[in-house]
Structure formats: structure tokens, C-alpha cells
């Protein structure tokens, strides 16, 4: 099951350095030779901005995005260190992975999140046990899909078996892990282009017309020796007790290390978290039971009990004397029989690059009726401020491919405005901060009776571009692709009002644009003032409800919001209108 069929969770975001960039372009070039590093400045530019983001999967994964221009290039499994290029990369370079063709009918498969199956492949049989891509394939090999009727990959996953074993398999069975694919989350999160059509793959002559529904009945037939065709588990998706039973399915593949080698990588992993986490300003001396103890069993994987005794080296005494001599850290016998840890080398590689694994809490199970509404943690919206094109500026926008209605940041419109400056020579070779007009800038930013101008200053030249743009917003949710909206963001509305018997109320509007749950919301005023609050649909203003709070309690709500929601003031309006505190 691809790991972005569902919401993924965003744990930081991180811009890379200049040496940065550098490191990620060679491991890079390790991972797919056949990159030339032209194509990797393409992809990577060496001076625009790249993002790192450290993202946890559905099912828990880590992953680390590499993202250029809102798309995702590449991306790495934080356990396996494995490279993986994105549908929006591999439009750009097809031939960067082997690659299998599969029916049309079989890409809505795929989305909903099945695996490819043998039956879908469509091979050359003449060719016999090289039929799948020529016999080079191995076990974990790193592989696109495209469709019959466009080379544009869709998906990108790893070989379920060898090209030798595939063959063996005679259309039974799972042929390609799926990944990532064309219309996931992932795919949501960038730009959401859609698949271009970079012209139909070359298919064996002896493919009949009957292909697609020939493999149907094969899965048809599978189904009674194997739970893992694409049509079972499209049927898995729909049925609450069977995703329990497809969940086991796909953890059936067995581990095949031994409980020692298990045992020694947990160890491993709680040594290099202990200093990167709680053992980063640790005091030295300490006793290397106190270290076990305090540090390396918190950092183990929750449910998992850390024993030196089940791994290879039997002893925690044999364990650290290995990282001593890869020079991690060095141990002293200060008391006979009493070893101590001394200091450790921070900077050693081991633990510089090891990438902290972040486990979900184990949580007992509580009543239902017992935990409160207002006791679940709010996660406040990323918010972005957009300018967006509209008819005013797309003769300058779509020289760079950049469609109506797209939103950009200022930082982004600034910096397309210079490429179009040097890409046009419009700077003033004399004056460096006068930039001249050609007609397309000159239309966009020159009003009545300036037709005189010809020259205009950097900033007020941006700032002008963007004046004639639509206004336009962002939100990211925790674990949500970014929502786009055209328009300016409503805030949330703080107002009093005077109902029967002159007693004032205090209404707010727009909660549900940020999420926020109205009753939620009224439980905690309700509880914060003493005050009794109602939650009604609201009257005269677009779908959405109105919390009602008696007395004035803009003071009250206000603080609520930035405090405990972490909404900033800029989007709450109304916080003037609170009650003034009587002067004593």
C-alpha cells in the first residue's frame, strides 16, 4: 500500500544550505548514476531554495521531503536511507528508472492504494525468463509504471521479486511495491500538475486487444490462492473488518533477521537517540547502568523492552565497548568493577547523521465519556499570505509556465520579477536600482498620465507588480495537504451585541475556517467566565456557526484564541471592543 494514500503528519521544514545541497547531490549521484549533474542543478538549483521536510506517514514512517518550487523531488526513507524520485521528477527525466507498463484501468487501482499485481504487467513473452525488464531486475529495485496510452510515470514503488523469480511466478501474485503515486498526498501537497503526455511506450507485438480483461480474469482466479490481487484489495478498502485483515496481510512479510540482530539494531538506534535527545547536556562521569538506565530505555521504541542479553553481544559492557572503539565514546573502570562513561565525540559521524525516530506515546485506553472535548490539543493552521494572478499580470507571469489563478508569495513574485528584469535586460547599466519598462511591465504597473515614465525604482516596481494582483491564502492543517483560497483570509470575528433586557452578549464568528470546533470553543468560555454560551447557526452571513457568550467577554475570547488556539492577532478581529477594566 503506497504510504501517501493518506494524510501524512509535518514535523519541521528546514531550508538547506549551500553545503547542504552539495552533500544531498552527491548521495544522489550514488543513487541513480545515470543523473548528470546538469540534470541535478535542474532539479536541485544550487541558488534558489530547497526545503527539507521531516514528515511521519499514516502508518508512522518517517520520511524526509526534499521539495523545490512546492513540489517534492526526491524523498528518503529515514530507516532505509533509500532515495526515491517523485511522480513530478521522473516527468522530467522518464528514463530514470526501470520501468513496467500496466492497462489504464489499473491506475484508479493504484490510487486507491493497491500494489501492482503480475497479472498487470504487460511483458514481451517471447522474450521468456528476461521478459521483465530483460532480467535486470532485483528484489528491491527501485521502479516506475507508466500507462499504455502515455511513458508519463504514474507511480513509482520497489520489485516484490527478481525479474528471474517474476517469471517463475507465472502471473501470480504481487509484482511492485507501490510507493508513491500520481493523485497522493504527496502529489496533492506540491503544484498538482497533471500527468503530461510524453507520447505512448512501445508494447510487444504479440499484446492482444483483450489484454486488460484477460488480466481481470486472472485476478479473478487469484483470488481464491491469494488475498493480495489488486481486485481484493480494492474490496479490503471498502470494509471496516476487512482493512483490519489487510493491515496483517501486509505486515505478513516476515523479518528474516534473527531476535539477536533485531535486539542489536534496537540497542543501536537508543544509543545514537540518547545523544541527540536526553543525554545531549548529560554531565560526565556516569556510570554506564545509569546511562542505560536513565537514557537508552526511554529512547526505545514504546512496548519494546531493551535486554543486552538477547543481542550478540550478551553483555551492555561489550555493547559500548564496540562504540569505544569505533571511537563514539570513551569508558573508565573509576571503581573496580564499576565502568563509567567518560565523554562521548558529538560530532562522530555515527551520531551526527543519525536522524532522531519520533514514537507516537503509548496512551491506556480511557472511557470515551471521560475525556472532555476540550481537552484534545489544537493544532493551529500554517498560514500563508498569497498574491495571486489574475488577467492584470499573467503577460508577465506566463513567460515563467505560471497559470491564472496560481498563488504565490511575495518572496516568490519578487524573485520571478528579477529573473524577468535580467532575462530582458531591463536593468538600468548605470543606475543599478532603476530597472527600465518594456511594454508588458509598463502596462502592468503604469497608471493615467504616466505614460512618461520610463524608468522605476526595484522596490516600487515590485510593489506595484503585486497591487495589481488578486489577494489570495494558504492554510496547512497537521498532517493535511496546503487548502489554497482565493480572497483575502476572514478572521475570526469578535463583536457585542445588546439582546432583551439590555444585557450584552459577546458573538464570534469564523471559527470553522481555522478548524476550530464551536462547541469546543463555547465549553471552554463557558467554563473560563462562569458564563452560560450557546452554539447556533449564524443568520444573514455564509454557512457557519456563531458562538454566543453572555456578558462581554472579547477580553476573555481573545486571549482564548492566541493563547490556547495560537491564532496570531493580525487574524482576530475586534480584540478593541473588549470590556475596560474599572479603575479602583
Same mark, same amino acid.
Not at 557 to 575: F, Q
Given at each position: 500500500?503506497?504510504?501517501?494514500?493518506?494524510?501524512?503528519?509535518?514535523?519541521?521544514?528546514?531550508?538547506?544550505?549551500?553545503?547542504?545541497?552539495?552533500?544531498?547531490?552527491?548521495?544522489?549521484?550514488?543513487?541513480?548514476?545515470?543523473?548528470?549533474? =546538469?540534470?541535478?542543478?535542474?532539479?536541485?538549483?544550487?541558488?534558489? %531554495?530547497?526545503?527539507?521536510?521531516?514528515?511521519?506517514?499514516?502508518?508512522?514512517?518517517?520520511?524526509?521531503?526534499?521539495?523545490?518550487?512546492?513540489?517534492?523531488?526526491?524523498?528518503?526513507?529515514?530507516?532505509?536511507?533509500?532515495?526515491?524520485?517523485?511522480?513530478?521528477?521522473?516527468?522530467?527525466?522518464?528514463?530514470?528508472?526501470?520501468?513496467?507498463?500496466?492497462?489504464?484501468?489499473?491506475?484508479?487501482?493504484?490510487?486507491? @492504494?493497491?500494489?501492482?499485481?503480475?497479472?498487470?504487467?504487460?511483458?514481451?513473452?517471447?522474450?521468456?525468463?528476461?521478459?521483465?525488464?530483460?532480467?535486470?531486475?532485483?528484489?528491491?529495485?527501485?521502479?516506475?509504471?507508466?500507462?499504455?496510452?502515455?511513458?508519463?510515470?504514474?507511480?513509482?514503488?520497489?520489485?516484490?521479486?527478481?525479474?528471474?523469480?517474476?517469471?517463475?511466478?507465472?502471473?501470480?501474485?504481487?509484482?511492485?511495491?507501490?510507493?508513491?503515486?500520481?493523485? &497522493?498526498?504527496?502529489?496533492?501537497?506540491?503544484?498538482?500538475? %497533471?500527468?503530461?503526455?510524453? @507520447?505512448?511506450?512501445?508494447?510487444?507485438?504479440?499484446?492482444?486487444?483483450?489484454?486488460?480483461?484477460?488480466?481481470?480474469?486472472?485476478?479473478?482466479?487469484?483470488?481464491?490462492?491469494?488475498?493480495?490481487?489488486?481486485?481484493?484489495?480494492?474490496?479490503?478498502?471498502?470494509?471496516?473488518?476487512?482493512?483490519?485483515?489487510?493491515?496483517?496481510?501486509?505486515? =505478513?512479510?516476515?523479518?528474516?533477521?534473527?531476535?539477536?540482530?533485531?535486539?542489536? %539494531?534496537?540497542?543501536?538506534?537508543?544509543?545514537?537517540?540518547?545523544?541527540?535527545?536526553?543525554?545531549?547536556?548529560?554531565?560526565?562521569?556516569?556510570?554506564?547502568?545509569?546511562?542505560?538506565?536513565?537514557?537508552?530505555?526511554?529512547?526505545?521504541?514504546?512496548?519494546?523492552?531493551?535486554?543486552?542479553?538477547?543481542?550478540?553481544?550478551?553483555?551492555?559492557?561489550?555493547?559500548?565497548?564496540?562504540?569505544?572503539?569505533?571511537?563514539?565514546?570513551?569508558?573508565?573502570?573509576?571503581?573496580?568493577?564499576?565502568?563509567?562513561?567518560?565523554?562521548?565525540?558529538?560530532?562522530?559521524?555515527?551520531?551526527?547523521?543519525?536522524?532522531?525516530?519520533?514514537?507516537?506515546?503509548?496512551?491506556?485506553?480511557?472511557?470515551?465519556?471521560?475525556?472532555?472535548?476540550?481537552?484534545?490539543?489544537?493544532?493551529?493552521?500554517?498560514?500563508?499570505?498569497?498574491?495571486?494572478?489574475?488577467?492584470?499580470?499573467?503577460?508577465?507571469?506566463?513567460?515563467?509556465?505560471?497559470?491564472?489563478?496560481?498563488?504565490?508569495?511575495?518572496?516568490?513574485?519578487? &524573485?520571478?520579477?528579477?529573473?524577468?528584469?535580467?532575462?530582458?535586460?531591463?536593468?538600468?547599466?548605470?543606475?543599478?536600482?532603476?530597472?527600465?519598462?518594456?511594454?508588458?511591465?509598463?502596462?502592468?504597473?503604469?497608471?493615467?498620465? %504616466?505614460?512618461?515614465?520610463?524608468?522605476?525604482?526595484?522596490?516600487?516596481?515590485?510593489?506595484?507588480? $503585486?497591487?495589481?494582483?488578486?489577494?489570495?491564502?494558504?492554510?496547512?492543517?497537521?498532517?493535511?495537504?496546503?487548502?489554497?483560497?482565493?480572497?483575502?483570509?476572514?478572521?475570526?470575528?469578535?463583536?457585542?451585541?445588546?439582546?432583551?433586557?439590555?444585557?450584552?452578549?459577546?458573538?464570534?464568528?469564523?471559527?470553522?475556517?481555522?478548524?476550530?470546533?464551536?462547541?469546543?470553543?463555547?465549553?471552554?468560555?463557558?467554563?473560563?467566565?462562569?458564563?452560560?454560551?450557546?452554539?447556533?447557526?449564524?443568520?444573514?452571513?455564509?454557512? @457557519?456557526?456563531?458562538?454566543?457568550?453572555?456578558?462581554? $467577554?472579547?477580553?476573555?475570547?481573545?486571549?482564548?484564541?492566541?493563547?490556547?488556539?495560537?491564532?496570531?492577532?493580525?487574524?482576530?478581529?475586534?480584540?478593541?471592543?473588549?470590556?475596560?477594566?474599572?479603575?479602583?
Amino acid at each position: 500500500m503506497g504510504l501517501f494514500v493518506k494524510p501524512f503528519r509535518v514535523k519541521s521544514n528546514t531550508q538547506l544550505k549551500g553545503s547542504d545541497k552539495k552533500k544531498l547531490k552527491v548521495q544522489l549521484l550514488k543513487s541513480f548514476p545515470e543523473l548528470t549533474e =546538469e540534470d541535478l542543478n535542474s532539479l536541485i538549483p544550487t541558488k534558489e %531554495e530547497v526545503i527539507a521536510s521531516k514528515i511521519y506517514t499514516f502508518g508512522g514512517e518517517s520520511v524526509l521531503l526534499y521539495i523545490h518550487n512546492r513540489d517534492t523531488v526526491f524523498f528518503q526513507m529515514e530507516k532505509e536511507k533509500t532515495f526515491f524520485p517523485s511522480v513530478y521528477t521522473l516527468w522530467k527525466q522518464p528514463k530514470l528508472l526501470l520501468s513496467f507498463t500496466t492497462p489504464v484501468p489499473v491506475m484508479s487501482r493504484i490510487a486507491n @492504494g493497491a500494489d501492482l499485481m503480475l497479472p498487470g504487467i504487460i511483458i514481451d513473452e517471447s522474450k521468456g525468463i528476461k521478459a521483465y525488464c530483460d532480467g535486470k531486475l532485483k528484489k528491491g529495485d527501485l521502479l516506475s509504471i507508466n500507462l499504455t496510452n502515455n511513458v508519463a510515470p504514474i507511480a513509482v514503488g520497489t520489485a516484490h521479486r527478481s525479474s528471474e523469480d517474476m517469471y517463475m511466478a507465472v502471473k501470480r501474485g504481487k509484482g511492485v511495491d507501490i510507493v508513491h503515486s500520481y493523485g &497522493d498526498q504527496l502529489w496533492a501537497a506540491g503544484s498538482r500538475v %497533471e500527468v503530461p503526455n510524453l @507520447g505512448t511506450p512501445e508494447l510487444p507485438d504479440n499484446v492482444d486487444e483483450n489484454y486488460v480483461d484477460d488480466s481481470e480474469e486472472e485476478e479473478e482466479a487469484e483470488k481464491d490462492n491469494s488475498t493480495e490481487t489488486l481486485q481484493d484489495r480494492l474490496s479490503e478498502m471498502k470494509v471496516d473488518e476487512t482493512k483490519k485483515k489487510e493491515k496483517k496481510e501486509e505486515l =505478513e512479510p516476515e523479518d528474516t533477521r534473527s531476535p539477536s540482530e533485531i535486539m542489536d %539494531e534496537l540497542l543501536d538506534n537508543a544509543f545514537y537517540q540518547s545523544w541527540k535527545t536526553s543525554a545531549k547536556k548529560i554531565e560526565f562521569p556516569i556510570l554506564t547502568s545509569n546511562f542505560f538506565r536513565l537514557h537508552m530505555i526511554n529512547n526505545a521504541p514504546p512496548g519494546v523492552s531493551l535486554d543486552p542479553k538477547k543481542s550478540s553481544y550478551k553483555k551492555l559492557s561489550k555493547f559500548l565497548a564496540e562504540k569505544e572503539k569505533l571511537g563514539i565514546l570513551k569508558i573508565k573502570e573509576l571503581q573496580k568493577g564499576v565502568e563509567s562513561i567518560m565523554s562521548v565525540d558529538i560530532e562522530h559521524e555515527k551520531i551526527k547523521y543519525f536522524r532522531v525516530i519520533k514514537y507516537e506515546k503509548v496512551v491506556e485506553d480511557k472511557p470515551e465519556e471521560n475525556v472532555l472535548p476540550c481537552d484534545k490539543e489544537y493544532e493551529p493552521p500554517k498560514i500563508t499570505e498569497l498574491r495571486t494572478v489574475n488577467a492584470n499580470v499573467i503577460k508577465l507571469f506566463s513567460a515563467f509556465n505560471v497559470a491564472k489563478g496560481h498563488g504565490l508569495t511575495g518572496s516568490e513574485v519578487r &524573485d520571478l520579477i528579477v529573473k524577468y528584469v535580467k532575462e530582458n535586460n531591463l536593468q538600468d547599466p548605470v543606475h543599478k536600482s532603476l530597472v527600465k519598462l518594456d511594454p508588458i511591465l509598463a502596462e502592468i504597473v503604469l497608471g493615467r498620465n %504616466e505614460n512618461h515614465v520610463v524608468e522605476i525604482k526595484w522596490d516600487d516596481l515590485t510593489q506595484r507588480v $503585486q497591487n495589481r494582483m488578486s489577494d489570495g491564502y494558504s492554510l496547512q492543517f497537521a498532517g493535511q495537504p496546503v487548502e489554497f483560497h482565493k480572497g483575502k483570509l476572514d478572521p475570526v470575528e469578535l463583536t457585542t451585541a445588546t439582546r432583551s433586557g439590555n444585557k450584552k452578549i459577546t458573538l464570534i464568528y469564523n471559527l470553522e475556517t481555522y478548524k476550530i470546533d464551536p462547541n469546543q470553543f463555547a465549553h471552554k468560555c463557558q467554563v473560563g467566565v462562569s458564563a452560560s454560551t450557546s452554539v447556533n447557526p449564524t443568520v444573514n452571513r455564509k454557512a @457557519g456557526y456563531e458562538v454566543m457568550v453572555q456578558g462581554n $467577554q472579547i477580553g476573555f475570547a481573545s486571549k482564548l484564541l492566541m493563547e490556547d488556539y495560537r491564532i496570531p492577532r493580525k487574524y482576530i478581529k475586534g480584540t478593541e471592543n473588549a470590556a475596560k477594566k474599572k479603575k479602583k
